[in-house]
């Protein structure tokens, strides 16, 4: 792996993950070292989880086919207050803190699908989905939702090794309103970033720096990086660093509800995407609770020397105040 990448001529300092082999029958050996990936930097890679290649390239080749249709048939399906459908890549706006344009590329929202008479079909980040119709994307539904389901099943092996590393039972996030649960508030963007004439280039960035808010992200992508960390977040001085994408591994990182519920243990990274001008495809699957599950620090990472540093907090609440910030 190369140790620098550039992006609009810049040469940045790649940082190199841990890689956590999901095949490996030695469940503390793996623990260990997401562990130790966990407490150092709150990112890593997984691989051998259960996705062939072939399914991965071809579901990228039905993300393409979505975002080739004519605008017109895509505002059709625009997102609605649920972030589900999509999300046109002109809706940027001006980030306060560097002054910048942002352009999160345009994007296409799934999540758990349920019918409209689902007692909790309106809660936030949950209910139906949106769909482009058959006719004119055949199977693309169908895709979609088998990649969401294949992704979550990913998600529920690290939740089983994050539970051996913080000393828990290798099923306590399988119970039912955590990781295991049909009803919980997973979702996934598919992420489209095209190309931008060189005059406005520098004056637009990818995402923002920001941390995500669930559990665990599990990112796939293309062969084109874009995605940056910063490890000493209140560093006068900040230091980014890329995470250069691996054929056939998850880029997986801690979000803001595992570091509370491990005390600070486990550390939720500082990230962005940088532009980098090339066209590029990736489908982040945000890794949340069920609305009801109230968030508070684990009895396992707490102590009289360390005692719980995090407010409790119920799931659905915690979501829509980050979401409305």
């Known amino acids: 792996m190369a140790d620098h990448l550039t992006a609009n001529g810049k040469e940045i300092k790649v940082h190199n993950l841990q890689c956590i082999d999901l095949s ?50 895509k505002m059709k399906l625009v997102w609605n207050n649920n972030l589900r459908g999509y999300r046109p890549s002109n809706e940027a706006f001006i980030d306060d803190n560097n002054k910048q344009k942002v352009d999160f590329g345009e994007i296409f929202h799934i999540g758990v699908d349920v019918s409209e008479d689902d007692p909790h079909a309106h809660d936030f980040l949950y209910g139906p989905n949106v769909w482009p119709p058959a006719d004119l994307l055949p199977e693309w539904r169908e895709a979609m939702e088998k990649y969401h389901q294949e992704a979550t099943n990913v998600a529920r092996k690290i939740g089983r090794i994050i539970a051996v590393a913080l000393d828990l039972h290798e099923d306590f996030f399988d119970q039912p309103e955590l990781i295991g649960c049909s009803s919980n508030a997973n979702y996934t963007n598919i992420i489209h970033y095209g190309v931008h004439e060189a005059h406005v280039l520098k004056d637009v960035a990818g995402a923002p720096p920001h ?31 890329a995470i250069a994408p691996v054929k056939g ?43 009801d599950y109230i968030i508070k620090c684990l009895p396992t990472c707490t102590s009289n020397e360390n005692p719980p540093k995090y407010p409790t907090v119920r799931t659905g609440q915690y979501l829509y105040n980050r979401f409305n910030q």
Request: charged residues 25%; glycine residues 4%; aromatic residues 10%.
């Open 249 to 291: 591994a998850y880029i997986v990182n801690v979000g803001d509800m595992l570091e509370m519920l491990t005390n600070g243990i486990f550390r939720s990274i500082l990230h962005k995407v940088v532009v980098v001008n090339q066209e590029r495809y990736s489908a982040a699957t945000f890794i949340c609770p069920n609305h």
């Open 24 to 73: 490996n029958p030695d469940m503390h050996e793996s623990a260990a070292l997401l562990r130790k990936a966990c407490m150092e930097s709150g990112i890593f890679y997984v691989i051998n989880h259960g996705m062939s290649q072939e399914f991965m390239d071809e579901t990228f080749a039905q993300f393409k086919r979505f975002f080739d249709l004519p605008m017109e048939e």
């Open 211 to 241: 941390r995500d808010m669930n559990l665990i992200t599990l990112l796939a992508t293309d062969d084109i990086w874009g995605l940056q960390i910063c490890k000493e977040e209140n560093a006068k001085s900040q230091v980014w660093e």
